[in-house]
Protein backbone atom coordinates (compact mmCIF):
# COMPACT_ATOMS: atom_id res chain seq x y z
CA UNK A 1 0.00 0.00 0.00
CA UNK A 2 0.97 3.85 -0.57
CA UNK A 3 -0.33 6.51 1.05
CA UNK A 4 -2.64 8.69 -1.44
CA UNK A 5 -0.01 11.82 -1.03
CA UNK A 6 2.63 10.11 -2.13
CA UNK A 7 0.81 8.22 -5.25
CA UNK A 8 -0.19 11.42 -6.23
CA UNK A 9 3.44 12.74 -6.45
CA UNK A 10 4.67 10.14 -8.20
CA UNK A 11 1.43 10.43 -10.70
CA UNK A 12 2.13 13.85 -11.48
CA UNK A 13 5.94 13.06 -12.41
CA UNK A 14 5.54 10.18 -14.91
CA UNK A 15 5.80 10.88 -18.50
CA UNK A 16 3.57 7.75 -19.36
CA UNK A 17 0.28 9.00 -18.61
CA UNK A 18 -1.14 11.82 -20.23
CA UNK A 19 -2.95 14.70 -17.64
CA UNK A 20 -6.61 13.52 -18.22
CA UNK A 21 -5.13 9.72 -16.97
CA UNK A 22 -3.51 11.27 -14.62
CA UNK A 23 -6.95 13.61 -13.40
CA UNK A 24 -9.13 10.64 -13.92
CA UNK A 25 -7.21 8.14 -11.81
CA UNK A 26 -6.95 10.34 -8.89
CA UNK A 27 -10.37 11.84 -8.92
CA UNK A 28 -11.25 8.40 -8.96
CA UNK A 29 -8.88 6.84 -5.69
CA UNK A 30 -11.02 7.52 -2.30
CA UNK A 31 -9.28 5.72 -0.06
CA UNK A 32 -6.24 6.93 1.82
CA UNK A 33 -4.45 4.22 0.62
CA UNK A 34 -3.59 2.93 -3.29
CA UNK A 35 -2.61 -0.53 -3.18
CA UNK A 36 0.24 -0.22 -5.59
CA UNK A 37 -0.46 -4.29 -6.81
CA UNK A 38 -3.87 -2.74 -8.43
CA UNK A 39 -2.05 0.35 -10.37
CA UNK A 40 -2.43 -1.60 -14.15
CA UNK A 41 -6.10 -2.48 -13.27
CA UNK A 42 -6.09 1.77 -11.91
CA UNK A 43 -4.71 2.80 -15.64
CA UNK A 44 -6.68 0.28 -17.58
CA UNK A 45 -10.02 1.28 -16.18
CA UNK A 46 -8.98 5.37 -16.33
CA UNK A 47 -8.11 4.68 -20.45
CA UNK A 48 -11.16 2.16 -20.99
CA UNK A 49 -13.22 5.56 -19.68
CA UNK A 50 -11.61 7.43 -21.69
CA UNK A 51 -11.66 5.53 -25.00
CA UNK A 52 -15.43 5.33 -24.51
CA UNK A 53 -15.73 8.93 -23.70
CA UNK A 54 -14.48 9.74 -27.05
CA UNK A 55 -16.07 7.05 -29.36
CA UNK A 56 -19.38 8.36 -27.92
CA UNK A 57 -18.33 11.70 -28.82
CA UNK A 58 -17.86 10.06 -32.59
CA UNK A 59 -21.03 10.03 -34.80
CA UNK A 60 -21.96 6.22 -35.73
CA UNK A 61 -21.46 7.81 -39.59
CA UNK A 62 -18.24 9.11 -39.07
CA UNK A 63 -16.82 5.56 -37.28
CA UNK A 64 -18.59 4.16 -40.47
CA UNK A 65 -16.24 5.91 -42.19
CA UNK A 66 -12.98 5.61 -40.75
CA UNK A 67 -13.44 2.15 -39.87
CA UNK A 68 -14.39 1.53 -43.69
CA UNK A 69 -11.07 3.39 -44.81
CA UNK A 70 -9.04 1.57 -42.18
CA UNK A 71 -10.20 -1.81 -43.79
CA UNK A 72 -9.51 -0.45 -47.64
CA UNK A 73 -5.93 0.08 -46.60
CA UNK A 74 -5.32 -3.42 -45.58
CA UNK A 75 -7.00 -4.52 -48.48
CA UNK A 76 -3.80 -5.05 -51.01
CA UNK A 77 -5.44 -6.38 -53.80
CA UNK A 78 -8.93 -4.52 -53.61
CA UNK A 79 -11.04 -7.84 -53.88
CA UNK A 80 -12.78 -6.52 -50.07
CA UNK A 81 -11.23 -8.93 -48.58
CA UNK A 82 -8.69 -9.58 -45.57
CA UNK A 83 -6.89 -11.78 -43.55
CA UNK A 84 -9.04 -11.92 -40.13
CA UNK A 85 -5.57 -11.63 -38.90
CA UNK A 86 -5.07 -8.30 -39.40
CA UNK A 87 -8.21 -6.91 -38.50
CA UNK A 88 -7.13 -6.45 -35.08
CA UNK A 89 -3.74 -4.70 -36.64
CA UNK A 90 -6.37 -2.19 -38.90
CA UNK A 91 -8.46 -1.01 -35.99
CA UNK A 92 -5.52 -0.44 -33.80
CA UNK A 93 -3.96 1.52 -36.60
CA UNK A 94 -7.05 3.32 -36.90
CA UNK A 95 -5.66 6.58 -34.39
CA UNK A 96 -9.29 7.83 -34.43
CA UNK A 97 -10.96 5.20 -33.01
CA UNK A 98 -8.53 5.52 -29.99
CA UNK A 99 -8.44 1.82 -30.10
CA UNK A 100 -5.45 0.19 -27.51
CA UNK A 101 -3.57 -2.92 -27.14
CA UNK A 102 -3.98 -3.33 -23.58
Known sequence: ???IAD???????????????RNLILREITTPEVNYFKF?????????QIAIAKI???S???VEHLISHEFETFDDDGDGYFAIS???LCLRAC???????F
Open 95 to 101: KKLCLTP
Open 56 to 58: MDT
Open 86 to 88: EAG
Open 7 to 21: FKRILRKTIFLTPKE
Open 60 to 62: IDE
Open 1 to 3: MIR
Open 40 to 48: FDIVYEARY
